[in-house]
């Protein structure tokens, strides 16, 4: 069987599909991922084949969009201004972003860039004739494909976030390129969606409106080398704490900060799982509390390292 993944440009959203991959090729099925050629190098780390033809809007400029258009509408959850949509930088009020100017000079090439996408994936699919499609949250190329090839597909949860969130936080994008309508598929519904593969234990289930197919939870958080640390035995009770960057890219620094609370015992061992050198963090997550045991541990850095590397011999992990 022949299976093809389309995935978008925000590895947290891909990333529970990896395992997946891994056990379609087990079987002996053959497994292309389509994607933005900026993904290429991780989804071939990942074990997987890539196939870098797709483009459109970034989904972190999506993201970052979409929590600007939250806090012109009041309904910002943070305390902070959201990131400029386009650099990432603190904003200082929300006009330093010209909306307006945004939709008439960039929009407009974002949209051909996303039908560009659609295209690309269509005619993909026409050569290779997948037998099933997947598909990220955020990469509806696949379904578009699926529909004109007549295929079934999936769309593949990362965790707890539903498709029929309200709009100001749904998971996936509108089809602005009205790619779907030239299709004669008319214009792009969340009913399109029928099948809806969910890693989620049952205590955690969201509303899905299609067929869900429940699967198990297998973790991935990327490819890298291995700590030598990590074989020795600690000297006292290890500590791993990991946290991810991702929301900070898309919601600014101080939303998802290093977490100051006290393990059970002193005398541990801290080891950081991060995806960054810690001279990068925010400098509010550069400073130790002042509790005992905090000033006991040491900080080698695990730079974009595999989870399971990090949480050997862990005592407890955060």
Not at 33 to 55: D, H, K, N, T
Not at 200 to 224: D, H, M, Q, W
Request: aromatic share 8%; charged share 20%; with cysteine.
């Amino acid at each position: 069987m022949r299976v093809l993944f389309t995935v978008s440009t925000w590895p947290t959203q891909y990333a529970a599909m990896v395992p997946l991959g891994w056990a379609l090729q087990a079987a002996g099925h053959e497994v292309r991922v389509l994607c933005a050629p900026s993904q290429a190098a991780a989804v071939g780390r990942a074990g997987l084949v890539p196939v870098p033809v797709l483009g459109g809007m970034e989904e972190v400029l999506r993201l970052r969009l979409q929590y600007h258009a939250e806090a012109v509408d009041g309904i910002w959850p943070y305390p902070w201004l959201p990131p400029h949509p386009l650099t990432g930088e603190r904003l200082d009020r929300l006009d330093a972003f010209d909306t307006g100017r945004f939709e008439r000079e960039v929009v407009p090439e974002l949209d051909a860039s996303a039908a560009r996408s659609f295209d690309a994936a269509v005619s993909y699919a026409r050569e290779w004739r997948p037998d099933l499609v997947l598909h990220d949250p955020g990469s509806l190329e696949g379904l578009l494909a699926a529909k004109v090839m007549d295929v079934p597909s999936a769309l593949c949860l990362w965790g707890p976030a539903s498709p029929h969130d309200p709009e100001h936080m749904r998971i996936v994008p509108t089809d602005h390129s009205g790619s779907f309508d030239r299709y004669g598929l008319g214009p792009f519904d969340l009913d399109m969606i029928e099948r809806v593969v969910d890693p989620n234990p049952p205590s955690l289930k969201v509303p899905v409106g299609a067929e869900r197919l429940p699967v198990r939870y297998v973790p991935y958080n990327g490819a890298g080398p291995t700590p030598e640390w990590t074989a020795r035995p600690p000297e006292a009770p290890r500590v791993c704490v990991t946290w991810s960057t991702a929301l900070s890219t898309v919601s600014g620094p101080d939303s998802y900060l290093l977490p100051g609370s006290s393990p059970p015992s002193t005398g541990s061992t801290a080891r950081s799982c991060s995806p960054r050198p810690r001279r990068t963090w925010p400098r509010s997550a550069r400073r130790r509390p002042r509790c005992g045991w905090w000033r006991t541990c040491r900080w080698p850095r695990c730079c974009r390292a595999p989870r399971p590397s990090c949480t050997t011999g862990a005592a407890a992990a955060r």
